[in-house]
Nanobody
Framework: QVQLVESGGGLVQPGGSLTLSCVASGFTFSSYTMRWYRQAPGKERALVAAIGSTVSTTNYADSVKGRFTVSRDNAKKTVYLQMNSLRPEDTAVYYC????????WGQGTQVTVSS
């Protein structure tokens, strides 16, 4: 059974940091590109960051470049999103996505940036 389980969300003040984790099971994690998306209220789901399967190339949305870092640990079947210098506009539900020939999604974790 394929599962992606996100954790690490919460409430943080502007300028603060959070690290999201996504633990995978039920598929060959190391073969999949892993992506983080987010969806704010009233907005479409948008790609935040991606990391390749073997070469571990990374890509970021312009809005998070220099503040967010995506990484993966294939031995732990886990992908991370380190988020620094958080802003109120980063408030959203963050989703983990695994993609190759198939695409799998996690249930999401809420991140709220507010004073």
């Amino acid at each position: 059974q394929v599962q992606l389980v996100e954790s690490g969300g919460g409430l943080v003040q502007p300028g603060g940091s959070l690290t999201l984790s996504c633990v995978a099971s039920g598929f060959t994690f190391s073969s999949y590109t892993m992506r983080w998306y987010r969806q704010a209220p009233g907005k479409e789901r948008a790609l935040v960051a991606a990391i390749g399967s073997t070469v571990s190339t990374t890509n970021y949305a312009d809005s998070v470049k220099g503040r967010f870092t995506v990484s993966r640990d294939n031995a732990k079947k886990t992908v991370y999103l380190q988020m620094n210098s958080l802003r109120p506009e980063d408030t959203a539900v963050y989703y983990c996505n695994a993609v190759r020939l198939s695409s799998f999604w996690g249930q999401g974790t809420q991140v709220t940036v507010s004073s």
